[in-house]
């Protein structure tokens, strides 16, 4: 057997899901927001939302790392959603410098009408696959974020 030939197939392979993963992330960061209801928040504040939503309470800086965007621009998303009254402030209990963030009463009903809504205009894209392609898409996908998890890289 070949093992020189075959590595470099199963590099070809690896190098090929890089380029489709590269190519279909954005597109699907397009579908999801063209998929946002009209009247609620936008994409980046959902994102902000489900962050505290998922992790609760946290400080600017996690959040920041979490969303992947810069402390600059999580404040002004923290004022905007402090302004609807989805979001406050709290000090921190130990570190004077922080602030921690934390989802209001309304901001937790917010995140509970709109999410699965969303979740459900999305999910429209996955009915391209059938019931069997859509399991396996799943677990290969458990699958990655295991790893990534496993590189100290958790959602």
Not at 28 to 52: D, F, N, Q, T
Not at 83 to 107: F, M, Q, S
Request: glycine share 10%.
């Amino acid at each position: 057997m070949d093992t020189v030939g075959s590595g470099s197939r199963a590099g070809e392979r690896a190098l090929r899901l890089v380029d489709e993963f590269a190519a279909f992330g954005p597109s699907y960061i397009k579908w999801v927001k063209s998929r946002m209801h009209e009247g609620g928040p936008s994409y980046a504040r959902m994102r902000l939302l489900g962050a505290l939503h998922c992790g609760g309470p946290q400080i600017m800086t996690s959040i920041s790392d979490e969303l992947g965007v810069t402390r600059r621009n999580v404040t002004a998303l923290v004022d905007a959603l402090e302004d609807e009254g989805l979001v406050r402030r709290k000090a921190h209990p130990t570190d004077r410098r922080a602030t921690v963030i934390e989802l209001t009463d309304e901001g937790a009903r917010t995140m509970e009408r709109r999410f699965d809504k969303h979740r459900a205009a999305v999910a429209e894209l996955f009915e391209e696959l059938s019931e069997d392609d859509q399991r396996e898409l799943a677990t290969h996908l458990s699958t990655l974020r295991e790893a990534l998890r496993g590189r100290g890289f958790s959602c």
